[in-house]
């Protein structure tokens, strides 16, 4: 079935910092993937997403490409700010369309 | 315009009791999902309803059932509660038809089992 693989956490990175949050898939067919936010006591937000090869998702100083060749859709912002401090889940949506198969998540700590 | 809405935003029971959760899916969806996430973890898919009807399952037990209303709000039931059903509960809308329709969480239920 459908799997989705991200880095173990937690990522501490000080401010301004550059991340990479690494995510690769297994999947049949052609998945979308997309990049899920979780904030401290909230739900998942939609951070980002791509629908097929070579597309990159793009949104708040994120982005992601969404590499066929490699399987993978690694997450990357060229500045932290502490506000980005949350966990983050790569996920996909397989041919059907039906369910989200998510991966185990990464905490990121960003420090002042 | 709301979002998703789900009730209540935490409960406690204790083993063997049955549980109902609710979800109001975002204006204009017709499609709900629920996940698990137990603590630590991703959610995992439970299940899907549209129409009215279960359109997939995850690989969850019987214990665990849901319903749609002619509103598109929906329920999550589970019986027998385990220890183990201790966890967030998602629910996820979106609107079917439409290609690559983003799902949207709400903020979940946090049901505790004692």
């Known amino acids: 079935g459908d799997s989705v693989t991200q880095m173990e956490g937690p990522v501490t990175l000080s401010e301004e910092a550059c991340l990479t949050i690494?995510?690769?898939?297994?999947?049949?067919?052609?998945?979308?993937l997309f990049w899920y936010v979780q904030y401290p006591g909230e739900g998942l937000q939609l951070l980002l997403k791509a629908t097929k090869a070579d597309d990159k998702g793009s949104n708040k100083g994120f982005e992601a490409t969404y590499r066929k060749e490699t399987t993978s859709f690694h997450l990357e912002k060229g500045s932290v700010q502490v506000s980005d401090s949350a966990v983050y889940f790569c996920?996909?949506?397989?041919?059907?369309?039906?369910?989200?198969?998510f991966g185990g998540g990464t905490r990121l700590m960003v420090k002042p | 315009d709301a979002g998703v809405t789900q009730s209540p935003t935490h409960l406690i029971k204790t083993r063997g009791q049955q549980v109902t959760l609710r979800c109001s899916p975002k204006s204009g969806h017709d499609t709900v999902s629920w996940y698990q996430q137990a603590l630590g973890q991703g959610p995992q898919f439970i299940f899907q309803?549209?129409?009215?009807?279960?359109?997939q399952r995850g690989n969850f037990p019987d214990r665990f059932s849901g319903h749609q209303f002619p509103n598109y709000s929906s329920e999550l039931n589970v019986n027998a509660l385990l220890l183990g059903d201790s966890a967030l509960y998602l629910c996820?809308?979106?609107?079917?038809?439409?290609?690559?329709?983003?799902?949207?969480f709400g903020d979940g239920t946090r049901l505790s089992i004692l």
């Open positions: 996820a809308s979106s609107l079917l038809g439409v290609a690559v329709s983003a799902q949207h």
């Open positions: 690494n995510c690769t898939y297994t999947a049949t067919g052609y998945p979308s």
């Open positions: 309803y549209y129409e009215e009807e279960e359109r």
């Open positions: 996920a996909l949506i397989n041919n059907a369309g039906n369910m989200l198969t």
